[in-house]
């Protein structure tokens, strides 16, 4: 059973610089998660899709940010023209998608913008 | 606003002493509950979860929770404190028809031979 994967475990980029991330999800999951965790706080709710469309996004998820999952399988988070503030630790999640279900975390990408 | 309060950022325990960590939710509406522990450098791993059935909920590693509807709580415990306990905790939230979930802000729990 492999669980949910996130690619790469930690980057670094300079100011400005575009990012982005892989989640590959547990593969029978329908839905899939982004959080977003800062040092001392709890993961924050980013967006989320059921299979290929993206239902919802927290007012976090600025125009800078986007969110693909284009078959349904996969998904990535680009952020463009990375600031200081947007330094934390992105987790994927997914989940079966049927009703109060678990969802799994991956082992999340540490971002830090210099 | 919906949300979840964690008390206590840092909670020390002895080793063999009760584990106690307490969550509290703001809502109207009864919430699915869960608990969920993080080692360091590894993802979030569910412990337990609560979704209306019976309020007593046991979990993985000796843990269990019960959910009080009157004092809108759903307390972590453990009667007795192992080395390997050592982790972060995160009390979350999610009401039904809302995927999302919402955490506290955690506890770092310190277990002291």
């Known amino acids: 059973d492999t669980g949910v994967s996130q690619n790469p475990r930690h980057k670094i980029t300079k100011r400005g610089q575009n990012v982005t991330f892989r989640c590959d999800p547990i593969?029978?999951?329908?839905?899939l998660y982004w959080y977003r965790q800062t040092l001392g706080q709890g993961p924050e709710f980013l967006t989320y899709?059921?299979?290929?469309?993206?239902?919802?996004k927290s007012r976090l998820l600025s125009d800078r940010f986007s969110a693909e999952r284009p078959k349904g399988s996969f998904s990535t988070l680009e952020i463009q023209r990375t600031e200081q503030g947007d330094s934390a630790m992105y987790l994927c999640?997914?989940?079966?998608?049927?009703?109060?279900?678990?969802?799994?975390f991956g082992p999340g990408t540490r971002l830090t913008v210099l | 606003a919906q949300s979840v309060t964690q008390l206590g950022s840092h909670v020390s325990v002895s080793e063999g002493a009760l584990v106690l960590l307490r969550c509290n939710y703001s809502s109207s509406v009864p919430p699915y509950l869960f608990w969920y522990v993080q080692y360091p450098n590894q993802g979030l791993q569910l412990l337990l979860k609560?979704?209306?059935?019976?309020?007593l909920v046991k979990g993985i590693n000796g843990f269990e929770a019960e959910f009080k509807k009157s004092e809108t709580s759903f307390h972590l415990t453990k009667p007795s404190a192992h080395m390997s306990d050592a982790a972060e905790y995160f009390c979350a939230v999610s009401w039904a028809g809302n995927n999302r979930l919402a955490f506290g802000k955690g506890n770092q729990v310190v277990v002291i031979p």
């Open positions: 609560y979704t209306s059935a019976a309020t």
């Open positions: 999640a997914s989940s079966l998608g049927q009703g109060p279900d678990t969802q799994y």
């Open positions: 899709f059921q299979n290929e469309a993206q239902l919802e």
């Open positions: 593969s029978e999951h329908n839905r």
